[in-house]
């Protein structure tokens, strides 16, 4: 039964993706009977449930152990159902929790923890709006996005941004595009404006309950120490409808730059490329006019514009797009934060290095690296967590707290230029670390006593390093390092034909 509702979920979630890409300017008007049907309220349950989460409460006090072991799953979502048909169901306010940045001291990102009946609700609507905006989101949006992430971002800049022609001394010395413009949105999830928002929803969305529902969400308020605040603006993060609901008012940024990044708007019968191919062949075109180009790559509210021109192209350009964003989403560019900068100096995005390298063989090539703020900050953690004050652990301990830290962190930077050489570093650091630990655990210990002690690795015999029963180092410098490849994002299910392998 469980297989077939899986499968009832996934066929309904075709059909929108399918609709919605042979219809783009036309909205879905019957969708109230599948958010509310038993099938999808399951689906959504077995997600919330399943994910980590599921065991924070919101401001009822309810978590999915206690529905679980009180009124029962089947019981719980018959009854949501019921408060959902009868017009009965409101959103609880969200409960306020405030989470330190990363990085960033004293300072705190307020999260949002709706209950869990909200938080089923969310996922119902969800998986609904899903497939039918999905259809319609750009190929430079890649953040909350199915499939993608931040390293396919980062490799379609890199791609961008390679210089294609040579000069006659065989080198590439003209680049592409030689300024960006970073883009940071002053507190974007906190001040999306609901009637922007609302308005872009509808033109999919001719569902009134529906697009009624999803306003409930955004009004619905949050209780912060005892005190409820009204949120007249913004999606609430934590929310399961947030991110998508971002990216839905954001989408304004592409649109700016359509000519430039996708013909949607401007598609002609008699033409036979496809969208991307009539952008890419207005960006050359108009490079070679000698008119200014702008192409948009976003994950999320993060975002920068590549600019083909000169610099006061680009600041004409950010000021224009400060009051463009403005004027169709209720938010503002931060003045400070959003900073016209030379490709040849580099700049920052997603927690990445992104530069022009000269080569003298070859010329100008795109680099993605590692920051070396993210290296001392990875160091700093590893320092803190093998101080003199937690010496009351074991080796093993130590090890199952520092391990997820190192492999997440290789994980996430192994297909920057230089990567291996960076891991090393870190790994003679961290064994270096732990060293120390360990003297400070032993003080009756020799050196040659505490090196001595190192025990081959299991996954490479004649390799010794710090090591207890079957837990031993993470060492960074074994992950394999490449370059991220565009072909190795994934595709929804719901975006595959039922005759599509995988599907």
Request: with cysteine.
């Amino acid at each position: 039964m469980d297989h077939q509702a899986e499968a009832w979920v996934l066929s309904v979630q075709r059909k929108l993706y399918q609709w919605s890409k042979a219809n783009p300017e036309d909205a879905w008007r019957d969708m109230w009977g599948w958010v509310t049907d038993l099938r999808t309220l399951r689906h959504a349950w077995r997600r919330v449930a399943s994910n980590r989460g599921g065991r924070t409460a919101g401001i009822d006090g309810m978590t999915v152990g206690r529905i679980r072991n009180g009124i029962g799953e089947h019981r719980f979502l018959v009854g949501l159902q019921a408060e959902l048909r009868s017009g009965a169901y409101r959103p609880s306010p969200a409960r306020r929790k405030l989470i330190p940045k990363a990085g960033k001291p004293r300072q705190f990102r307020p999260l949002g923890i709706p209950t869990i009946r909200d938080r089923v609700v969310q996922g119902a609507v969800k998986i609904l709006l899903e497939p039918i905006f999905e259809a319609q989101f750009w190929h430079v949006s890649y953040g909350f996005r199915p499939g993608r992430s931040t390293h396919g971002a980062l490799e379609y800049i890199r791609r961008a941004a390679l210089p294609q022609k040579r000069d006659r001394d065989t080198r590439r010395s003209r680049m592409p595009y030689p300024w960006v413009i970073e883009g940071d949105i002053k507190g974007c999830f906190d001040n999306i404006s609901h009637h922007h928002l609302l308005e872009r929803l509808r033109k999919r969305i001719a569902d009134r309950r529906l697009v009624k529902l999803v306003g409930q969400f955004l009004k619905a308020g949050v209780l912060s120490e005892e005190q409820f605040l009204r949120t007249d603006a913004g999606t609430p993060q934590g929310g399961i409808l947030s991110p998508l609901l971002a990216n839905i008012a954001l989408g304004v940024i592409e649109e700016r730059y359509e000519r430039w990044t996708y013909h949607r708007s401007k598609t002609q019968a008699r033409r036979e490329s496809d969208g991307v191919k009539a952008a890419k062949s207005a960006r050359d075109t108009d490079r070679k006019a000698g008119r200014c180009v702008f192409l948009p790559v976003r994950y999320a509210d993060d975002f920068v514009v590549l600019v083909s021109g000169t610099q006061e192209d680009a600041i004409a350009e950010k000021s224009a797009l400060a009051a463009y964003l403005h004027r169709t989403t209720g938010l503002e560019l931060s003045p400070e934060k959003t900073k016209v900068t030379r490709m040849t100096e580099g700049f920052e995005f997603l927690g990445f290095r992104f530069g022009m390298h000269w080569d003298e063989r070859y010329g100008y090539g795109p680099r993605v690296e590692i920051p070396k703020t993210k290296v001392v900050s990875l160091r700093r953690r590893v320092k803190q967590l093998t101080g003199r004050d937690s010496t009351s652990v074991s080796l093993g301990d130590k090890l199952r707290e520092i391990n997820p830290i190192l492999r997440g962190w290789a994980n996430y930077y192994r297909h920057c230029v230089g990567a291996g050489r960076v891991f090393v570093g870190i790994d003679w650091y961290v064994g270096l670390r732990l060293f120390c630990w360990l003297g400070k655990k032993r003080p009756k210990a020799g050196v040659r006593q505490l090196w001595g002690s190192k025990q081959p690795s299991s996954r490479r015999p004649t390799r010794r390093l710090w090591r207890e029963g079957p837990v031993e180092q993470h060492m960074l410098g074994w992950t394999p390092v490449c370059r991220y490849r565009l072909a190795w994002m994934g595709t929804p299910d719901f975006a595959m034909s039922s005759g599509e392998p995988d599907a």
